[in-house]
């Protein structure tokens, strides 16, 4: 079992800067991607960034020149850096860690708690 703790969400004006982090934890073996999704209410949960274990990455358009997601495989830990927040990316912010474990060839998506991201008009 591998376990997603995120941090970092809050309440912040529009045109700040947040900083999220996802910490995993549990019988790590291998982590391939790991990514940020988003969920506002009423709104099905979309992909914002993702990184692999390679440090390729990829983003949202709506996100895009804004946000940059990070990792320290190390630490087993992403990040995603948010500037020039908008009112629009208020949302539940859920981080996912793409694990195989020793025994097994299938990879299996964990996912984090969530966190509440709140932009201000």
């Known amino acids: 079992q591998v376990q997603l703790v995120e941090s970092g969400g809050g309440l912040v004006q529009g045109g700040g800067s947040l900083r999220l982090s996802c910490a995993a934890s549990?019988?790590?073996?291998?982590?391939?991607?790991m990514g940020w999704y988003r969920q506002a209410p009423g709104k099905q949960r979309e992909l914002v960034a993702v990184?692999?274990?390679?440090?390729?990455?990829n983003y949202a358009d709506s996100v895009k020149g804004r946000f940059t997601i990070s990792r320290d495989n190390a630490k087993n830990t992403a990040y995603l850096q948010m500037s020039s927040l908008k009112p629009e990316d208020t949302a539940v912010y859920y981080c996912?860690?793409?694990?195989?474990?020793?025994?097994?060839?299938?990879?299996?998506?964990?996912w984090g708690q969530g966190t509440q991201v709140t932009v201000s008009s």
């Open positions: 549990g019988s790590i073996f291998s982590i391939n991607a």
């Open positions: 996912s860690a793409d694990h195989r474990a020793r025994t097994e060839l299938a990879i299996r998506r964990y």
């Open positions: 990184i692999t274990s390679g440090g390729n990455t």
